[in-house]
């Protein structure tokens, strides 16, 4: 059974800074791994995609990897803004895409 | 992005009441849907996945009976609360796939509140 583990569950820092979120995952076996945020009482908004033969991807200001190998992926948001206050969700799915598995967040808040 | 709508975002109802979610992909073709729900402070959960005309599948731990899916049509989904109650409340969300695609996508979610 997959099990994700997101660190930290909470993290605050003062704008502009630059931060890296881990998501962690027990089966490598996977087809992708995902980076959702998600504001308070809306739905998830993906960020990035990384397909399984990939080690990172990049889109503006974050920068996701993954090392299947070990289990790991790291978000990386440069230059943070109060605008990227959101929890941010790792999502991945089976090896077949039958079944995704979330990461229970991080929450970042990012002061002004 | 693919393009998805559920309706309402937000249902208060009383205790013993059915509620039903619709969830409709706008701009694709959806032959595989999720359902999750969301407690707070907690990941999402799926409940069951269904495949476009035919039975969904439901999780270890979630009633048929009681969360009942329907899955008739390319681009609409339902997802219906029986017999609601306060325990029910929480947070769900369809996601759409079509068969080509590799990309979750997600219905901007029900908030459901039991009274």
């Known amino acids: 059974k997959q099990e994700v583990t997101q660190i930290p569950a909470a993290l605050s820092v003062p704008e502009g800074e630059n931060l890296v979120l881990n998501c962690s995952f027990t089966?490598?076996?996977?087809?992708?791994l995902q980076w959702f945020r998600q504001d308070p009482g809306k739905g998830l908004t993906s960020l990035l995609l990384i397909q399984s033969s990939q080690r990172e991807q990049t889109s503006g200001r974050l920068n996701a990897s993954l090392d299947k190998s070990s289990g790991r992926s790291t978000l990386y948001i440069a230059a943070s803004q109060p605008g990227d206050s959101a929890t941010y969700l790792c999502?991945?799915?089976?090896?077949?895409?039958?079944?995704?598995?979330f990461g229970i967040g991080t929450k970042l808040q990012v002061i002004p | 992005g693919a393009v998805v709508s559920q309706h309402p975002s937000r249902v208060i109802c009383k205790s013993g009441t059915s509620v039903k979610i619709e969830c409709r992909s706008l701009?694709?073709?959806?032959?595989?849907m999720f359902w999750y729900r969301q407690f707070p402070k907690q990941s999402l959960m799926l409940m069951a996945t269904s495949n476009e005309g035919s039975k969904a599948t439901y999780e270890q731990g979630v009633e048929k009976d009681k969360f009942l899916i329907n899955h008739a049509s390319l681009t609409l989904s339902t997802l219906t609360v029986t017999s609601a109650h306060p325990e029910d409340s929480s947070f769900y969300i369809c996601s759409p796939r079509g068969s080509d695609q590799e990309t979750q996508y997600f219905g901007p979610g029900t908030r459901l509140l039991v009274l």
């Open positions: 089966d490598s076996a996977i087809y992708n």
């Open positions: 701009d694709f073709q959806a032959t595989t």
């Open positions: 999502a991945v799915p089976s090896a077949g895409y039958q079944k995704v598995t």
